[in-house]
């Protein structure tokens, strides 16, 4: 599975951006994808993952209320809408692939190479 998140940028705290990751090759066999993010000088975290199937989702309680994931799966493309940033939002956002749960966070084997997501205050 090959992966490319766009749609980075730097934004207003308050502002909304809306990322974006197109999977190509061997998607058949991924249970879901995620977002992590990582932050200067922080660990990486999970934000958000999306199931392929059911489209069953799952968020950090960090921005549960205002991001959103969803995945258009006639495109193999999953997207995060980022409502209400801060500048604590700032970070790298990586997309990723499982192919055994989206709830196992460790289990995300395919990465993408990330964007970056600027938020000022």
């Known amino acids: 599975v090959q992966l490319q998140a766009s749609g980075g940028g730097l934004v207003q705290a308050g502002g909304s951006l809306r990322l974006s990751c197109a999977a190509s090759?061997?998607?058949?066999?991924?249970?879901?994808m995620g977002w992590f993010r990582r932050a200067p000088g922080k660990e990486r975290e999970f934000v958000a993952a999306?199931?392929?199937?059911?489209?069953?989702?799952y968020y950090a309680d960090s921005v549960k209320g205002r991001f959103t994931i969803s995945r258009d799966s006639a495109k193999n493309t999953m997207y995060l809408q980022m409502n209400s940033l801060k500048p604590e939002d700032t970070a790298v956002y990586y997309c990723a692939a499982t192919t055994f749960s989206i709830y196992s966070t460790r289990s995300y084997g395919y990465w993408g190479q990330g964007t970056q997501v600027t938020v000022s205050s």
């Open positions: 999306i199931a392929w199937g059911l489209g069953t989702t």
């Open positions: 090759g061997r998607t058949f066999g991924s249970a879901g």
